[in-house]
């Protein structure tokens, strides 16, 4: 056991000055700063001292990046303006340096540290970036001397323990050293045996395996100290000397073919862990020693019959124990996160993770601390305590029961696991490693983590065979890659890049005007009517790069000086339609797709013939998809506002689609949604229907329309202005202050196209509501002619199911009659599954044809054992007291001729039984059953087989009880044998009566 160092003492100071002169006192009682003191210097020093706007850490479900399980660096938000394709008068372009404290969580992916979280003390699943960006502001000189200046002077951390690492070149590459940055530092008084160079892995940045990267310099601190020079452990992964802030100049863009190309404009990306800052401002070697984890640490103890925390790290029994709280206290602040942020247990991508991440802790927890069960979910208040200040968020959204049901289940699936390794090393040979596809269904299907899998074979003395299971691992991954990689749009024509776009800004050629899409009114007979728009190409896009001209037959992105084309953007597909050339009406230019990228709308053509920059163009949307398109739009900001109204103001919304052929919303509720709820949902929207509101639209500032009481919006980057969507109410009236008119309709920030008023919705109908993980439902929902027709499926269905209901009632005795009736309800539950009708309706009917099921399968039941007891007191009448029955009775399946069976040998203990039943198929039944007094010198299942052998059949069974079929050309010679089988080794001296 080894307990983890801690800093020499004498190293701490008695106060941490803010920017301005301000000073930051001790933390009661103990060495340094707080961590909220920590956080709120670094953003104070930014953004008073030096001028950046200080924004709000995002979620940690990444925004419209789907190879990102979760957001793991500060810079994700950010990605937009170094790829050049944020809107310019989206948030994110209105500043030019920004810092913040962003929540971010590595655990799968690129980035995994789960499986080292608990061995050492420094591994977090979550963390906080504390960072500042430049974005074609200012570069290398400034970056540093800010760095620099927070940390010796606001920070006061000793220079002679500080060293910074800078890019020393790559050949290769064709890179030579950033000896720009190593004189920036040696300007700054950093003594050059502290400024060192380093190569491509540990000093140039990439943000994938193409795009925006660069040399960073990374400043490293030694816990050590005491005038030593430790630059012999810089980067060796010495806990000693550890890296806390990093500093990437952003100069390059890694394009397709590997090469580097310098970008359009430079840009500088930070990011310093706040655990490992406050670990070195609090004087302490361990992250958990922090008042960021103790609190947590105490809550553990207080929850366990588990020793208290020592910062022990090792193998032994109280390293275990030690290694526990580090996990769960890391876990449940993770967990706490990313549920807040929508993120919940699942079964796919981050939720699968996540999921994986509450069992490890559930595990640490009931295994290793001996706590009870609730003890996660009990940390949350205090997790809340510890973060709620910094992300508001977690004070509103915690789940407490998101955790607690997800633990039962798990505790569950444990006593499941446990019998499946008992159940497989019971068969295993000795010597041999446990199979890989036990543990993968383990790992896989029951959640089991790996650790946990490897600890409960360490216990029976067997080992995981790895290299299979690595391949297995291997394999799924492959495969998971494959379907992302399907899933991504093909065609890169419409994407621009980072160089285009640059060339375009620099040409001074304008963003498209898209607001012509907004430009559609309702005619005299309440038609909604398109106008077509004129417009000009300005450049075209191809094989990732701009052309003035483009052949026939090529495909192609045209850009457009305007449009009125909606480009895919806020969950609503981009509109379909078609362009043709002024003067040319007889030739059309299919618009397949329409993209927003960095201020320009791209429209995916196929030029029919050659298409030039200066051509003039009419735009023609396809009014059918658009006026589908804004049904469903607008059906999905009624829908919204009935699931808050029905399902309380806290339900949020976590994600939708907007299809011309239907609508589907993600939000979140804390159980299922009933039969009632969703007839209740549907009934709200029915109302705001019939009252044919107005659809109001206007464009406002975005500081202003976030002031509005009750607006709604999702995660997204918004432009400025921002446009305002309320239903009944003018946007002007929303817009005052102590106006409470949006909390009574609905008042979304929406970009999207709308109906004009909300009785053009005409009807709509939820077809489908299930729950994607515990805690997020998901429903889809159609509208106009499409939820009339599904009315008219579900009352259809009703009608037949209230049919079938009817004959159940009526008395049968025939057991075809009720099989039959048994597969209509079969059948028809199947069609109900599957039709397009309303969700609620479905539940009824699915309510009612379980139960008409059960009252099938019982009176078939019934009816059944009525059968074969009348014919086995028929058989009793005649044959009492005798060691074997051999005998054909009429029996409609085998499942009653067995039960034939079963009635003599219960009636008539000792008697051995064989009959055979033929049926209008010309097939026979045999069903035997042999008294526990012959066996083993007489078998069932060998009787059966010689009786159904003759019969030109087959047979199976036990030693007791057997069955099994064969041809009727055979049941003379059958019988024979079942008399004749083993010279009727029961009794030779007692006769066997055989019925003929």
Known sequence: LVRAPQAPRGRCRGALP?????????????????????????????EERHGHRRLPSAPVRPRGDPRLLFVNAGMNQFKPIFLGTVHPRSELAQHRRVVNSQKCVRAGGKHNDLDDVGRDTYHHTFFEMLGNWSFGDYFKEEACSMAWELLTEVYEIPRDRLYVTYFGGDASLGLSADEECRDVWLRLGVPASHVLPFPLKDNFWEMGDTGPCGPCTEIH?????????????????????????????MQYSREVEGNLLPLPQHHVDTGMGLERLVTVLQNKRSNYDTDLFTPILDAIHKGCRAPRYQGLVGDADVGRVNMAYRVVADHVRTLCVCITDGIYPGFTGAELVLRRILRRAVRFCSEVLQAPPGLLASLVPTVVEVLGDAYPELTRNANQDIINDNEAAFLSSLERGRRIIERTVQQMEPSTNFPAEVAWSLYGSLGFPLDLIDLMLEEKGISLDSAAFNELALEDAKRKAGGLQAGQPGNTNTHLDVHSLAWLQRSNVPATDDSPKYAY???????????????????????QSLHKEVGAGQRCGVILD??????EQGGQDSDQGYMIRLGQQDVLFPVESVRLCGGYVIHEVTAVEALRAGDQVQLFVDEAQRLACMTNHTATHLLNFALRRVLGDSTEQRGSHVTAERLRFDFDTKGHVTVEQLQQVEQVVQDLIQKNEVVHMAEVPLTQARRVQGLRAVDEGYPDPVRIVSLGVPVENVLTCDSEAAMQTSVELCCGTHLLQTGSVEDLAIISERQLVKGISRVIAVTGGQAKEAREVGQCLATEVDS???????RITSIPEMQNLSKEVGQLTKVVANAAMPQWQRKELQTILKALQRTANTAVKKLELQQAEKAAQILLAKYSNQPIIIDTVPADSLSILMKVVNQLCDKSPGTSVLLLSPQASGEVLCACQVSKNCVP????????????????????????????????????????????????????????????
């Open 18 to 46: 803010l920017p301005r002169g301000a000073s930051l006192p001790r933390r009661g009682g103990a060495a340094g700063p707080s961590a909220g003191q920590v956080r709120a210097a670094f953003l104070r020093f930014f």
């Open 221 to 249: 601190y030694d816990h050590v100290g005491g005038g030593r020079n430790a630059a012999a452990l810089v980067n060796q992964g010495n806990p000693d000397v550890v890296e806390i802030w990093n500093l990437v100049f």
């Open 521 to 543: 009114r309702l005619g005299q007979h309440g038609q909604y009517e398109f106008s077509p728009c004129q417009a000009t190409i300005l450049m075209l896009y191809r094989d």
């Open 562 to 567: 305007r449009t009125n084309f909606y480009a």
């Open 804 to 810: 079938v209901s009817l004959r159940m009632k009526q």
């Open 937 to 996: 010198t007489f078998s069932a299942a060998d009787w059966a087989v010689a009786v159904c052998t003759q019969m030109e059949g087959k047979a199976g069974g036990s030693p007791i009880v057997a069955k099994g079929s064969g041809n009727a050309r055979g049941m003379q010679g059958a019988l024979t044998t079942a008399l004749e089988f083993h010279g009727n080794p029961c009794s030779r001296t007692v006769p066997c009566f055989v019925l003929r």
